[in-house]
């Protein structure tokens, strides 16, 4: 019967070299330029903590921590020196306590006088534009526990010197959070080459804003900073990738705290999935038949129909009973991707019209379903697996640290959570979420969890 069919077959095409041209829609031309990712903005939330170690560090430095003047006495200028104690850093009430102990000692006929001096400093923090941390709404109290009441004169011209001297450093105080910010700018915006097989992709990640949201003081500064993000994978990587500058930091009312969510779009030309459908295939040939074995398809090539992927596969091959032939000849299958954990298939691929009639005419020299059943085998792009190891990649580029702190993070989660066909590209979307905190100065901790 098998033989009868065959037979029955090769009478109907005519020829002793087996040509299919199954008729189907063209492939449509080429449209120049690279794959658009086209990503939408998400946010990276980093947590910032200055600890008050590390402010009042800053503090120490910023103070002086002597001075000297004069003052008028009677009938001319005489000389005072001070000398303080180290800071003393409280926080209370959303603000910035510093005490100091002030020692000063004025210079007066036939005696020096001891003038002890309490400073209150009461200052609430803020980071500027510039990713610089200040000090405003500045009070400085300045107190003497002398008992020398008829020397109230001499401590009334000596406080106001003292004090003007306090405020003038504190007016230039800062603390420069820039420096960590610009590196994890640096590190986003370096492309990162992926592992792809064959093709060259690679992560890039462009900052639009970045955001500071209220100041927390709890024994710390702390500050949820947010990067306004432009992510993208692309296939294969642009030799030149914009770089932007790192942007001004915007204060904004709220920032929504804990893990983040970045939607990544994964721009991917056709050809690449072909390539991942040929790994498949032995020797670049797929040889489906039991019955003959000799007979093969190879060669994939995908592209678009409307909101369809067509499967071209090349079909040939020898057969050599019942009667000797080359089959050489083209099949054309059509499906919609989908997404099935963090996979992307074609499950309804079928033959067309014109190739499931041939596949008819051979169904008794071999099953047409095979044919098909494999290739749905086939043609499947693991992106779960290559972007796990984006997700590590990612994370250790942001894991850093230099003398004055470092960046912490972490990637919970990978998943493919769409996609969608374009004319020469599939546009894969894929959500990571992680934690993310900066530290000044940095801990001997692990990466948030």
């Not at 990712?37 to 430095?61: C, F, G, I, N, W």
């Not at 960590?180 to 093709?199: C, H, M, S, T, Y």
């Not at 038949?289 to 020898?318: M, N, R």
Request: aromatic share 6%; charged share 25%.
């Amino acid at each position: 019967m098998r033989k009868t069919a065959l037979l029955g077959f090769l009478a109907f095409t005519g020829c002793a070299a087996l040509g299919l041209d199954a008729a189907y829609p063209a492939r449509p031309s080429e449209v120049p330029g690279e794959a658009i990712a086209d990503p939408s903005p998400s946010r990276v939330v980093m947590h910032a903590t200055v600890t008050r170690e590390a402010l009042k560090q800053q503090l120490e430095r910023a103070l002086p921590t002597n001075g000297a003047g004069t003052f008028p006495f009677v009938r001319g200028e005489r000389q005072f020196g001070w000398l303080r104690k180290p800071v003393d850093l409280q926080m209370s009430q959303g603000r910035l306590v510093v005490k100091l102990s002030i020692s000063a000692k004025a210079d007066l006929p036939l005696m020096m006088m001891d003038i002890p001096l309490d400073v209150t400093i009461k200052a609430e923090p803020v980071v500027t534009s510039s990713y610089v941390a200040r000090l405003q709404s500045t009070e400085v109290e300045v107190k003497t526990t002398s008992t020398a009441v008829k020397f109230a004169d001499v401590v009334a011209d000596i406080t106001p010197k003292i004090k003007a001297t306090i405020e003038g450093k504190l007016a230039d105080f800062s603390y420069d959070m820039k420096s960590l910010i610009d590196q994890a700018n640096e590190r986003l915006a370096k492309p990162v080459d992926l592992p792809l097989g064959d093709a060259k992709g690679c992560a890039v990640v462009k900052v639009l804003a970045v955001e500071a949201g209220p100041t927390v003081l709890a024994d710390a500064i702390e500050k949820d900073l947010a990067l306004v993000v432009q992510p993208s994978v692309l296939i294969p990587c642009p030799e030149k990738p914009d770089v932007a500058p790192l942007p001004p930091l915007s204060n904004v009312a709220t920032i929504q705290p804990g893990p983040f969510t970045v939607t990544i779009p994964v721009a991917a030309k056709y050809d690449e999935l072909a390539k991942a459908m040929s790994l498949t295939f032995t020797d670049g040939k797929l040889f489906f038949s039991k019955e003959f074995k000799d007979i093969y398809l190879e060669k994939p090539e995908i592209y678009a129909a409307k909101d369809t992927l067509v499967l071209k596969l090349h079909l040939g091959g020898p057969i050599k009973k019942p009667v000797e032939m080359d089959l050489n000849g083209d099949l054309y299958m059509v499906g919609h991707p989908v997404v099935e954990d963090n996979e992307l298939k074609i499950p309804d691929l079928e033959p067309t019209i014109e190739t499931s009639n041939f596949l008819l005419k051979m169904k008794q020299a071999f099953d047409g379903s095979t044919i098909r059943d494999q290739a749905r085998a086939a043609l499947h792009l693991d992106i779960g697996q290559r972007l796990g190891s984006v997700k590590d990649k990612l994370a250790k580029d942001l894991d850093f640290g230099d003398g004055t702190g470092c960046v912490k993070a972490a990637t919970q989660k990978i998943e493919v959570s769409g996609v969608h066909v374009h004319q020469n590209y599939l546009r894969v979307y894929v959500s990571v979420t992680g934690t993310a905190a900066m530290f000044m100065p940095c801990p001997n901790a692990p990466a948030p969890k």
